[in-house]
């Protein structure tokens, strides 16, 4: 095969980014955009050894999955690389995914896993309550906003995507209109000029409020009684500010914050905890699955309020919180000061006393405080980044010997791991439960409980 070239082949798989995969005389490809059942014409694109890439040129005959994408821009925009798979087989296709992960890299037996059906959404459109719109211009001058194509720092114009609010577009309508009257200009990543880099939109979606901060490469945003005016149009709207951001950065947020209306946060609930986000805020995108996905935690740890549970990872606190109103006391750990900083003042704005927050690495704390204050645990929850526990942490909580271990991965790979260690350690795996809160995408959460044998 030559590079261009181009042949067809039935997609009989699909990997972790969601590429299609197929396989022409035991050689693998991986086709984007392709769907699982699909017989394609693909074409040629980069070889390697044993497999190689190349892209869709055509679906000779389609998939019984396949849809039509919602989103105009699915295919350029990258951020959805599942939206021509029906949502029934994307949720089929990440619970695989998970299983093969726990079989392959933890070496259990299929018997030994019990997976309870994953928690789909009722509704996988328009699920996330924060946007983050870069602005820019089109080779006429008019001003652009949208989405960045996948790697790349292209804008692919689109004012409504179909993951975020209804209200984005009128947002983002009303700052645009606002930047012609004033004769604002977007900000050129190359040449560092010009002033509105990014608008942040957020909405709490059991409160109904809505913030917008617009992140600027100055210190002033002229006329901005008129911004704020045409923004508290829009019902709802309850903080509006600007963040300055003067970096050469991809790092989208600035240090500082100005305040233009508004009390600087907006609220909301996740179960009956109440949070107060602000722009800089940690905060789960997916409010309604998180507390789906928390909920199971909660109901794994089955707390009778005498326990004594560690949430590592914990961030803004959000299990913590959960846990604390079941538990005798709680603590947290978390690297981020900030976030730490959040979880104790959502406590205090909850009343929650039982919960107190450590900042550092897990992997420092839990050892340290056992060593030296003899802490205990009944119950251990996890919730860590992608690459999974430390070991060191791993080898604490066997050593502390909870009853139950409840760990909440957004990585199976790293979970399989982890699990498999915390086996050979003494622990059983009662229960895997996946939850999808990235509908679209190929992303998938993972809840399980594990109990300790001896
Ligand atoms: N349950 C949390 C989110 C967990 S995401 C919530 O609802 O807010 C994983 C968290 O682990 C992140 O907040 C990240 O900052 C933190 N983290 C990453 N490495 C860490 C480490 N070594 N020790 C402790 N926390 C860590």
């Given at each position: ?5 181009e042949?067809?082949v039935t ?5 972790e ?11 693998i ?7 699982i059942?699909?017989v394609?014409?693909a074409?040629a694109?980069?070889?390697k050894?044993?497999?190689g ?11 019984s999955?396949r849809?039509?994408p919602?989103?105009?821009v699915a ?9 021509a798979?029906?949502y029934e ?6 619970e ?9 890299i933890g070496?259990?037996?299929e018997?030994e896993?019990h997976?309870l059906p994953?928690?789909g ?5 328009r ?9 820019g211009?089109?080779?006429e001058g008019r ?9 790349t720092?292209?804008?692919?114009e689109n004012?409504?995507?179909?993951l ?5 577009r009128?947002i983002?309508?009303?700052i645009?209109a606002?930047?012609?009257?004033e004769?604002?200009?977007p900000y050129?990543?190359q040449?560092?000029?010009g ?14 409020e809505l913030m917008v901060?617009?992140v ?8 901005s009684d008129?911004?704020v005016?045409?923004?508290c149009e ?8 600007y ?5 050469k950065?991809n790092?989208?947020?600035?240090k500082e914050?100005?305040n ?8 909301d609930?996740?179960g ?10 940690f905060y ?6 998180t507390e789906k996905?928390y909920?199971?935690a909660l109901?794994y ?6 326990e004594?549970v560690?949430?590592l ?14 538990a ?6 978390e ?9 104790r003042r ?18 420092e704390?839990l050892p340290r ?12 929850v ?6 999974g526990?430390?070991?060191?942490c791993?080898?604490?909580i ?6 139950k271990v409840?760990?909440?991965?957004c990585d ?9 260690y915390?086996?050979?350690g003494?622990y ?14 190929v992303?998938?959460?993972t809840?399980?409980l594990?109990?300790?044998i001896?």
């Amino acid at each position: 095969m030559q590079k261009n070239q181009e042949f067809t082949v039935t997609i009989e798989d699909m990997n972790e980014d969601g590429a299609g995969v197929g396989r022409l005389e035991g050689y693998i490809w991986f086709i984007k955009d392709t769907v699982i059942g699909d017989v394609v014409r693909a074409k040629a694109m980069k070889m390697k050894k044993t497999y190689g890439f190349a892209c869709l040129v055509e679906v000779l005959s389609p998939s019984s999955f396949r849809v039509k994408p919602p989103c105009p821009v699915a295919r350029q925009c990258g951020g959805c690389q599942l939206q021509a798979m029906s949502y029934e087989e994307q949720l089929r296709f990440k619970e695989r995914k998970v299983l093969n992960n726990l079989l392959r890299i933890g070496r259990f037996s299929e018997e030994e896993i019990h997976m309870l059906p994953i928690m789909g959404m009722d509704h996988p459109w328009r699920y996330r309550n924060k946007a983050q719109f870069p602005f820019g211009e089109d080779k006429e001058g008019r001003i652009i906003t949208g989405f960045y194509a996948g790697r790349t720092h292209a804008i692919i114009e689109n004012e409504d995507c179909l993951l975020g609010v209804e209200e984005n577009r009128k947002i983002l309508e009303i700052i645009k209109a606002y930047m012609v009257s004033e004769g604002i200009r977007p900000y050129n990543e190359q040449t560092h000029k010009g002033l509105l880099r990014h608008a942040l939109i957020r909405k709490g979606f059991r409160t109904g409020e809505l913030m917008v901060c617009l992140v600027i490469n100055g210190k002033k945003l002229p006329g901005s009684d008129k911004l704020v005016r045409m923004l508290c149009e829009i019902e709802g709207m309850r903080s509006i500010s600007y963040s300055i951001n003067q970096e050469k950065t991809n790092v989208i947020m600035g240090k500082e914050t100005v305040n233009l209306y508004g009390p600087g946060y907006i609220t909301d609930y996740i179960g009956n905890v109440k949070y107060q986000i602000s722009p800089l805020s940690f905060y789960q995108v997916n409010p309604v699955q998180t507390e789906k996905l928390y909920g199971t935690a909660l109901e794994y740890a089955e707390l009778t309020g005498d326990e004594t549970v560690w949430d590592l990872y914990c961030g803004i606190g959000t299990i913590s919180l959960f846990l604390a109103q079941k538990a005798k006391k709680v603590y947290g750990v978390e690297i981020v000061p900030q976030a730490i900083e959040d979880a104790r003042r959502n406590a205090a704005l909850n009343g929650i006393k039982n919960a107190e927050f450590f900042v550092g690495k897990a992997e420092e704390v839990l050892p340290r405080e056992y060593e030296s204050n003899h802490i205990y645990a009944d119950v251990i929850v996890v919730d860590p980044p992608r690459k999974g526990c430390d070991k060191v942490c791993l080898d604490t909580i066997l050593e502390m010997s909870p009853k139950k271990v409840v760990y909440v991965s957004c990585d199976s790979a790293t979970l399989a791991r982890d699990l498999r260690y915390l086996a050979d350690g003494g622990y059983r795996v009662e229960k895997v439960r996946c939850c999808d809160m990235f509908g679209g995408t190929v992303h998938v959460e993972t809840v399980c409980l594990l109990t300790r044998i001896k």
